[in-house]
């Protein structure tokens, strides 16, 4: 038996995010926009924390040993948004995104976006 480096990292997030948008530019820049709020989500994180290999001589085979650690709670944090869209043609509207985010674990994430939708 030897010991091997873990490998495996897994995080679900689940989040909600009232937000307050603000057209600073409405007049020169018509779908210019700034969106800011608060976050409310539930993380599931799950890490390899150790794993071990068995050699098994008589059938030549290996056996894989990995004990998981489980992190989960609830989240609370900040994102700040910004973007551009318009129409493309009647009820169709095409833009781009970037996002900010941070939370109270530290998770830190940014996006860059393409939008695309359809409006009734």
Same mark, same amino acid.
């Given at each position: 038996?030897?010991?091997?480096?873990?490998?495996?990292?897994?995080?679900?997030?689940?989040?909600?995010?009232? @937000?307050? %948008?603000?057209?600073?530019?409405?007049?020169?820049? @018509?779908?210019?926009?700034?969106? *800011?709020?608060?976050? *409310?989500?539930? /993380?599931?994180?799950? %890490? #390899?924390?150790? *794993? /071990?290999?068995?050699?098994?001589?008589?059938?030549? #085979?290996? +056996?894989?040993? %990995?004990?998981?650690?489980?992190?989960?709670?609830?989240?609370?944090?900040?994102?700040? /948004?910004?973007?551009?869209?318009?129409?493309?043609?009647?009820?169709?509207?095409?833009?781009?995104?970037?996002?900010?985010? +941070? +939370?109270?674990?530290?998770?830190? +994430?940014?996006?860059?976006?393409? @939008?695309?939708?359809? @409006?009734?």
């Amino acid at each position: 038996m030897f010991e091997l480096r873990s490998s495996f990292y897994h995080t679900s997030t689940t989040t909600l995010w009232p @937000k307050i %948008s603000y057209f600073p530019f409405r007049k020169i820049i @018509k779908g210019f926009h700034i969106q *800011v709020g608060p976050t *409310v989500g539930y /993380s599931y994180r799950s %890490s #390899e924390s150790r *794993v /071990s290999i068995d050699n098994i001589p008589s059938f030549g #085979e290996f +056996n894989r040993l %990995s004990v998981l650690d489980y992190d989960n709670d609830f989240t609370i944090g900040y994102r700040i /948004s910004t973007g551009y869209e318009f129409d493309l043609i009647q009820h169709i509207t095409t833009g781009i995104r970037f996002d900010f985010s +941070n +939370n109270n674990d530290g998770d830190i +994430n940014t996006l860059l976006g393409l @939008k695309f939708g359809f @409006k009734f």
